[in-house]
């Protein structure tokens, strides 16, 4: 793998030096590409760190360039269905270490994917050298555990923290100009609160709540013990190895080498193969692949206008210009036989969320035998499922974040923390109302009703909509709305989700739907499709990039990046003073 990481680079440095021809390049390219021989008795090794993107990251190109490509969570999905069906694969390693996962539903869908894997009469072993709670959930998903020596299992409970900048604003003398919809819409209490609210603590201690007893729910039925059992034997941790033998929530303290000795042994194992390599493998080498075809369109980051991008302190953005052609491509293919929609954004634009949201309205009414599905990752929340209201059929993972049916808006006054500084700013304007985004002074009281028309007005819409397709009153939404979030597991015992799953459920429902045979296999289409080497270079080096964006980004280094998303996000994604459907 290093090896071939190491050619890609060269590669890369060959091409712009302009040594290579065209033809040339597809030759390397295609020996770099090939299959890899995959021995009997095979194990796939599952090495996971850091952050798993989504299933279609737009990193194709920044991969390619590097060689080195991020897993994705429909990657490690697909090669587990491949695995199960591949004779020449007798296991599964799983080697989860250091992730950086600040939420649950992508890493709930990858352990259904080892559950299922293993029901092929396959094992799947995990190896713990450090076992955090994300690698340790990961893990209840294997037949055995196996935990360093040396390391401890940091298993105790979850807790939710928040920081509250209002304190540092008033000393540096920035006032949060800011207006929301709903009592738990609380994005703008980082910056206008210097605690929790008691809608905000209550919101919070029902996320924080409901996630612990999923947590506790999977270890009892992995380790075979009761929730009770479990919750008990928390309030111990974290655990010694040898404690968290003795508590049965381990299987057995080991090395890598010893792991790997037991294998050969238990299995005949000859050698392993990592998941890099064994992404080369064709669905089809494994009888896998071809069939009907589904559309998979993916809204995965930030909803702004526009083109769809990436933003230093913000990450990925979902354009609506991008989203809406790809979406009339979807609707224009007539071999499609389904649609499913994958979600995993916090929201955005009110006026981006709305045009994609009508967009999907139109394929839904016009291919009325074309099923709708929509699929939701971690996050599918205020513009997400505002998105994922266009659809009859809303599927989510338990530890999915979603709802948060709200709007907010509003402008960071900087008049203050520039006076301090010494520095003057001036105007000059016509109309009453010309400076109402002014970042040098407050919303006048005329100013402020108007805005807060346009926020309810929004609202208002943003409810009506989700009643509609729902099947609920409008008093009833505006009940479960008013910016409150909620956990996919929350949301279908209010019927803001109709079933509890990951990508490969909304694919079986949507089969249903169409009327596909259950066993059938499918080909997926995705999209948006990724970007070239052309876009990739012009979006993040042309026009789209900003100064202020990468002055952000290095300011990410020093300052709290949640907080800078939270300061950044509405400066530079969006236009001046226009209503926002985001997460919290």
Not at 375 to 386: E, F, I
Request: neutral net charge.
């Amino acid at each position: 793998m290093a090896v071939r990481r190491g050619v890609a680079l060269v590669i890369t440095l060959i091409v712009f030096a302009g040594l290579v021809s065209v033809s040339g390049l597809t030759i390397i390219y295609l020996l770099m590409t090939r299959e890899p021989v995959v021995p009997s008795r095979s194990t796939l090794v599952l090495r996971l760190s850091g952050e798993i993107a989504e299933g279609s990251p737009d990193d194709g190109v920044a991969g390619w360039l590097t060689g080195v490509r991020r897993p994705t969570v429909r990657n490690i999905v697909e090669n587990l269905h491949k695995a199960r069906r591949d004779p020449r694969i007798s296991g599964v390693l799983l080697a989860p270490s250091g992730l950086q996962a600040p939420y649950w539903a992508k890493l709930q869908e990858i352990r259904e994917a080892l559950v299922d894997f293993r029901k092929s009469g396959k094992p799947a072993t995990a190896y713990l050298e450090y076992g955090g709670d994300r690698e340790y959930f990961l893990a209840t998903g294997c037949d055995r555990i196996f935990l360093v020596p040396s390391s401890p299992l940091d298993v105790s409970g979850l807790a939710t923290y928040e920081l509250f900048l209002r304190g540092t604003l008033d000393k540096i003398g920035v006032y949060p100009d800011m207006y929301r919809i709903g009592d738990y819409k609380t994005a703008w209490n980082q910056l206008t609160q210097k605690g929790l609210t008691p809608a905000h603590r209550e919101m919070d201690q029902s996320l924080n709540g409901d996630m612990y007893d999923q947590l506790i729910r999977a270890i009892a039925d992995a380790r075979r013990k009761t929730p009770a059992e479990v919750r008990r034997v928390l309030d111990q941790g974290p655990f010694l190895p040898e404690d968290a033998l003795r508590a049965g929530l381990i299987d057995d303290v080991a090395y890598d080498d010893q792991i790997e000795d037991r294998l050969k042994v238990e299995r005949g194992t000859t050698r392993r193969i990592d998941l890099e390599d064994y992404s080369r493998v064709s669905a089809a080498s494994v009888g896998l692949g071809g069939g009907p075809r589904i559309a998979v369109l993916y809204v995965d980051g930030t909803i702004a206008s526009g083109r769809s991008g990436y933003d230093p302190s913000s990450g990925g953005v979902v354009g609506s210009e991008t989203l809406i052609d790809s979406i009339r491509r979807i609707r224009e293919d007539t071999s499609l036989r389904a649609i499913v929609v994958r979600i995993d954004s916090p929201g955005g634009s009110s006026v981006a969320s709305d045009v994609i949201w009508r967009e999907l309205v139109i394929t839904r009414d016009r291919r009325t035998s074309t099923p709708l599905v929509v699929s939701m990752s971690d996050l599918a929340a205020s513009g997400g499922y505002y998105i994922a209201a266009a659809a009859p059929t809303i599927v989510a993972e338990p530890g999915t974040l979603t709802g948060s049916i709200g709007i907010l808006g509003g402008k960071m006054v900087i008049g203050g923390a520039l006076a301090k500084l010494g520095l003057g700013a001036d105007s000059v304007s016509d109309g009453r109302n010309a400076e109402m985004e002014s970042p040098f002074r407050p919303f006048t009281p005329e100013q402020r009703a108007k805005f807060e028309a346009q926020l309810q007005a929004f609202y208002d819409q943003f409810v009506e909509k989700v009643a509609q397709t729902r099947h609920m009153t409008p008093e009833h939404v505006d009940s479960l709305g008013q910016g409150r979030v909620w956990t996919g597991q929350q949301a279908k015992q209010l019927g803001l989700v109709d079933a509890l799953g990951g990508l490969d459920r909304a694919i079986a429902l949507a089969k249903q739907s169409a009327k596909i045979p259950a066993d059938s296999d499918v080909e997926l289409v995705m999209y948006p499709p990724r970007r070239t080497l052309y876009d990739f270079f012009w979006n993040q080096l042309g026009p789209g990039s900003s100064r202020e964006s990468l002055y952000l980004a290095a300011l990410a280094g020093v300052i709290n990046a949640r907080s800078l998303n939270l300061l950044a996000a509405p400066l530079l994604l969006f236009r001046p003073g226009e209503p926002l459907a985001l997460m919290r």
